[in-house]
């Protein structure tokens, strides 16, 4: 499915899908098609949460599982369209874009109330975006996104509803970025450098021993309770701006609980015993579920090519303590033999039984930005492994671990998580290939919500971790350039401050090649321009392998017949699935 973002090309004035102008709230239609039908008010959802969410505050942590509750809270400006991927209104009813694309006017929706009851209004978009997104020290914010053509981007309200942004060069992706969710300025004035505190003191906003009343948001439910490591509660926000076709108030659901449980497999039991209405699943766990609904089990299970969703990679810390690790995972002989002693059909067929593909490099193989680098993944091939390790002079010692120049054996640890059906088995078949070849592997495990923060510490050899695609190159901008923020393998690029310049002297050549890829594409107008420039980064990325890329697994999900439209069609990001649309029949 394509996704047409109409700011490609600036060629006039860009208008958003206006709700009608005798109402404020947007009428949610034009789903038929995806099975969506008028629901009944009432009901109970109960889905999983991997584990318990480190912070109520989006913008403090990076964190999947407070990725998942936020969904719930928040709202953007504007939001995807079901059906077709596209961006359409959201808490900005309309927007217009000049004709340089320089300048953004969004008009914002009337009546929109914080759970708390105060109007949202101007002064939380200003707030959100000026001390919040673009403050370099909001470990959950995106500073650099909003630095373009090397100035900072203008954010200014016009008026009670209306704000304008101002940027210095023309950067088709920012109406992306409008998705971000919006913050309420009279609950958290306090924690931000405009109410007198430190930049980084936004991070200690809504902890999760905050009260539930002091979380709030304009999404379709607030925060009534929350049992520490055990359950979330969520209940209807009665004043939502959605309606269904009908004029009925959304979400349907009186009460979303979100149960946390970690071991993947208590996850089906309690889908199975009925205590869990939806489920995401991998495709290991698919061949039960799918063989329990044929028997007759009151559920059904779906499944789809994936445009969001996390294709694991495996990284090597180029800056590993050890400096022999650290030369030898920085050299791109190393990686490509490593390559090749990654047995991705394995892993496909053994682990996601099939529900799974080769993956891209940073982009989704169903996404319009593709670029099929599979060429470039090469082929299973243990003896080439070996033959390139013995090219690099790693000869075998006589205990059949291949040594290091200075004669000691080449070991080295990957962490991986092990509260995960997909982690365990993937880290196993990767360490027993690897000792085929005489490299010896230490398998160390930890939680899946500490993945990344280890990965960012710097405190691993090697890593098996995972980032969501987006539909938009743009998005994945903090992990993939040299220098960015989620770019872990390599942090010796990182900027000397928050929000500085990168260490340029840090970086390989290829990687400030990638670089200067990435401040081309994001100001590049011309859409066939831009997918010309990801292309160049998909092959310079599949070519040199900053980390390399596993599979792409197929998205699964199920969920009980109780409910009605579940929707299900190219993959979520977490939380993603529209439950305002769900119902309890």
Request: no cysteine.
């Given at each position: ?443 160390v495990g930890i939680l899946s919500r500490t993945l990344l923060s280890t990965g960012l510490s710097g405190n691993y050899e090697a890593l098996l971790l995972a980032f969501g695609d987006q539909p938009d190159p743009e998005l994945r901008k903090p992990i993939w350039q040299p220098g960015g923020a989620l770019y872990y393998w390599h942090r010796a690029t990182q900027p000397a401050t928050p929000g500085g310049e990168p260490n340029f002297a840090a970086m390989q050549p290829w990687e400030r090649q990638i670089y200067d890829l990435w401040e081309l594409g994001g100001t590049t107008v011309s859409r066939p321009q831009r ?55």
């Amino acid at each position: 499915m394509t996704r047409r973002i109409k700011v490609w090309i600036v060629i006039g004035v860009v208008v958003g899908l206006v709700a009608p102008a005798s109402a404020a709230d947007k009428l949610v239609r034009g789903y038929d098609s995806l099975g969506v039908a008028p629901g009944k008010a009432g009901g109970r959802l109960t889905v999983i949460l991997g584990d318990s969410p480190q912070s109520f505050f989006y913008y403090g942590v990076i964190d999947s599982n407070l990725q998942a509750l936020a969904a719930h809270l928040y709202d953007g400006l504007v939001e995807y369209n079901y059906r077709t991927y596209e961006l359409e209104p959201a808490l900005a009813e309309k927007w217009t874009i000049s004709r340089d694309g320089r300048v953004y006017t969004f008009n914002l929706r009337r009546n929109v109330k914080w759970h708390d009851g105060r109007d949202f209004t101007a002064d939380d978009v200003i707030f959100t975006f000026d001390q919040i997104v673009a403050n370099p020290e909001a470990r959950g914010g995106d500073a650099n996104a909003f630095m373009v053509g090397g100035q900072r981007v203008k954010f200014e309200k016009v008026d009670t509803y209306t704000v304008r942004l101002t940027l210095a060069k023309a950067a088709p992706a920012m109406l992306q970025y409008m998705r971000l969710y919006m913050m309420p300025k009279h609950k958290l004035l306090p924690f931000s450098v405009e109410g007198g505190a430190k930049p980084a003191d936004i991070n200690t906003a809504w902890p999760t021993t905050a009260e539930p009343r002091e979380v709030i948001g304009t999404g379709p439910f607030r925060l009534q309770s929350y049992v520490t490591g055990q359950k979330i509660t969520l209940v209807r926000n009665p004043t939502y701006w959605k309606t269904d076709a009908s004029g009925t108030r959304l979400p349907y659901l009186a009460q979303l609980e979100m149960l946390i449980v970690r071991d993947p497999e208590q996850q089906v039991a309690q889908f199975l015993a009925g205590n869990v209405g939806q489920l995401n699943i991998s495709g290991a766990q698919f061949p039960e579920l799918r063989s329990r609904q044929q028997a007759g089990a009151p559920f059904k299970v779906v499944s789809a090519r994936a445009l969001f969703g996390s294709p694991p990679h495996l990284a090597f810390n180029f800056d590993a303590r050890n400096p022999d690790l650290a030369r030898l995972f920085s050299d791109l002989r190393w990686r490509q033999a490593m390559q090749m002693a990654i047995n991705r059909q394995r892993i496909i067929d053994d682990i996601y039984n099939g529900l799974a593909e080769l993956p891209g490099h940073g982009v989704a193989p169903i996404s319009s930005w593709y670029f099929d680098t599979k060429s470039h993944l090469g082929k299973f091939d243990l003896q080439a492994a070996g033959r390139a390790l013995d090219e690099m002079g790693l000869r075998m010692g006589p205990d059949g671990v291949r040594l290091l120049p200075n004669g000691r054996p080449l070991e080295f640890t990957v962490t991986y998580g092990t509260d995960s059906a997909v982690w365990p088995p993937m880290a196993t078949i990767i360490q027993n290939d690897f000792k085929s070849i005489g490299v010896r592997v230490n398998l160390v495990g930890i939680l899946s919500r500490t993945l990344l923060s280890t990965g960012l510490s710097g405190n691993y050899e090697a890593l098996l971790l995972a980032f969501g695609d987006q539909p938009d190159p743009e998005l994945r901008k903090p992990i993939w350039q040299p220098g960015g923020a989620l770019y872990y393998w390599h942090r010796a690029t990182q900027p000397a401050t928050p929000g500085g310049e990168p260490n340029f002297a840090a970086m390989q050549p290829w990687e400030r090649q990638i670089y200067d890829l990435w401040e081309l594409g994001g100001t590049t107008v011309s859409r066939p321009q831009r997918k010309a420039v990801y292309d160049k980064w998909q092959v310079l990325f599949a070519q040199n392998l900053p980390v390399i890329m596993i599979a792409k697994p197929t998205a699964v999900g199920a969920i009980h017949n109780r409910y009605g439209n579940y929707i299900y069609s190219l993959g979520v990001i977490p939380g993603f699935n529209p439950v305002p649309l769900l119902y309890q029949k």
